[in-house]
Structures are given as C-alpha cells and as structure tokens.
C-alpha cells in the first residue's frame, strides 16, 4: 500500500481556550477528486479470477488425497497485474517476485506440504510466507493435480521434445454416470424430459440436453388403494408411451429422481436408473506417446539434454545407445513407481526423474525399455510456461496485464563432477 502523507494542518485560529474549533471546510477541489475516484469502477483482473483459470486447467479433485493445492496467502478480492510462475517457492523466487512487483506467485510444489504448527517469521517456510503476505503478493499452488490435467506437467516435458499423440500412463477413470430410462406418456414427454435437462441430466461432453426417445405400449394394473393418473382401479390399462433415455453423474442422482417425481404425471413413475462402466479419461499420471521420426536413444538422449534447462544432475540413460526410439514415456517429476507400467505400453524409452541405482538395475534385467533420468526441477520446470500461456490466454487483453517465468533456478543440486 502506497503511503500518502498528511497535509501539513493550518495554524489554528485565536479563539478562547473554551472555545470549541470550528471545522475546516473542505475544498471543492478536493472534494471532486474523491468523488471522480470512488464513481468510477475499472474492470480489473482478481485473485479469485486467476485462481478461476487455473482451477479449470488444474481441477484441485485431481490432487492426491495426501497433497496440498490451492491457494496458500492473499485475498481473492485483491487486483492482479503481474503473475510469476516457478517450480518451487524458494527465497530466490520470492525474492524475484517481490523484487518485481508481482501480486501473485504460482507455483508447482507446495510450500507448506503437511501440517504446519506454525509459520512464525522466524522459521524458514514462515520467513517467505510473512514477506509474501506483507509485499502483497499472494501464493497459489497447482502440484499432484497439474501432473494429471490435461494438458498436465508431463504433456509440456512431451511438447518440448517433441512426443505426440500421447495418453495417459496411469489413467484416471472417468466420473460415475448413471442411465436414466424413464417411460412417461407422450402427451407429457417434453415437460420430463425438459426437468431432467434442468436438474442436471443430459449433458455428454460439450453437449447439453442429450436424450434419446422412443414411442411405446406401457401397460399397467391398477391395485386397491392405488390412486391412478390414468385409468381406474381393478382394470387392465394400456398407454401410448415414450421411452426416454439420457445420462447424468450419479453424484446427481437424488435431486434428479426428485425432479422426476415431481413432475411425472404417474402416482409410480416407471423409470430405470442404470449405473454405466466408468470410461478412462485423458487425465492421468504420465504420458506415452510416439515421435514423428524414429532416432537412437543416444539421439533422443541428446535432444533431451539440448532442451531441458542445464543442471548439475545432468542426463543419465541407461540402454543400448543404438537402440531405436519411436515410442516415449515420460512423467515429470518422480516416476519411478511406473517404471513396471512402461514396458507393457510399447515405449521404447522412460524420461523421468529421481530414480535409483537397483531399481533401474532390476528394471533392465527384466527387459525393460531405455531409461533416461533428469533432474526433478528440469523435467517440471516446461510447466511453467505451459501454466503461463493457459492465464495469458485469459487475461492477456487486459490493460497492465504482466506475466513471467521465473529465471530463478530451485534445483537443489549446485554441482556436478564435470565442474569441479
């Protein structure tokens, strides 16, 4: 917040010591100021927008149960002209956020991972979240949740080297949706259907109020203590009917069996509610997909190298080096739990981060694919930009609108053999 001195106060008038001080009246001039700033209100991008964009790009019901996303400091209702994006919060990166100006801080590992009991100034994780709070910059955090979006983490590592047609690794199964058959008199079809589009139903994909109906016999038996619609008690009844059929999430169930009941003509409506299989989606951990071109893994190891941002952990492959890549696998970060998963997908080459001596050791001994280790920061930090160009998109058009990646680099490895 800008700091306005007070104007220096007018000497006072002589008047008796009993006297109460007449009030200063104010200038016109100032007057009209104050009123020209509070009638006008220009549009402006928010916290909360922002945080809109990404929410949609990275839904927080992807992050792992144990994971923390979201927002970390700041005020939803705070304007935001300058967003930087980075793998990690580290002093270096808030240094440059705060050095720069910016409102917000987007971030791909959480600064605070699990409980906290404090985050007093004088502990590490506390010192940033103090100098963000009081720099006004608020600090937002898209982890386990970015590496299963689509597009995710490991699609910006598969754009930067150029993998394509890719799938998940570990796909994430599609919500639960329920099939809802319901047989309804013709004359009243249109109404049902229409309060099951209002309740929730219907919608597949970018494609809203879907439904399939076709022209029937219903028959029915009206028992003692019934009280028919249609019909009377005692009688065989047979009536011009429509079957109709659409889909809804069976997170919506309860309030669409409510609408129906509400609005079918029958004292029982005949319905059906038919649980589907739930699809795998495109989101999921990893990607495996092809290049356009075949090359050696000594080739593809080097492309590796030449695009990823250099660091002391270097690119280490393990595999023949005259092997043949079309196929590649890759998960940005840590990967090694999918090492058992690549082989049985085709790949022909693992990138991935982290791994250790035995289990690629083991992994090789079984037949599996090539394997290429990156540094962890490296094979995340193509997200950035990936993040980046998604709220760009959004908010690009609006007057001082600012954005960066962080060139602040949070790999903790400072040297490698090859500089000493």
Known sequence: MRHVPRTAAAPPARRRPWCRARRRPRRRTETRSVEKETSVSEPHVSLADVIAVLDRAY???????WDSVGLVTGDPVDRVRKVVFAVDATAGVVDE????????????????????????ANTPKGALIHRLVKAG????????????????????????????????????????????????????????????FEAGAGAIGDYRECSWTVAGTGQFHPQEGADPAIGTVGRVERVAEDRVEMVAPASLRAQVLERLRQVHPYEEPAFDILEQVRRPSSTGLGRVGTLDEAVTLRAFAERVRSRLPETAWGVRTAGDPNAVVRTVALCGGAGDSFLSSVGSLGADVYVTADLRHHPVDEHLRAGGPAVIDVAHWASEWPWCGQARAIVDSAFSGTDAWESRVSTTRTDPWTLGAADT
Do not use: Y
């Open 97 to 120: 956020a705060i050095e720069w100006g910016a409102d917000l801080l987007v971030v791909h590992h959480p600064l605070l991972m699990r409980g906290v009991d404090t985050v007093a």
């Open 59 to 65: 839904p927080p019901r992807l992050a792992e149960s």
């Open 137 to 196: 910059c608020a600090l937002f955090t898209a982890h386990t949740n970015a590496d299963s979006a689509d597009p995710g983490v490991s699609d910006a590592l598969a754009d930067l080297l150029g993998v394509t047609r890719t799938r998940p690794i570990e796909p994430i199964d599609g919500p639960r949706i329920d099939k809802w058959v319901v047989f309804v008199p013709t004359e009243q079809s249109d109404a049902v259907r229409d309060a099951l």
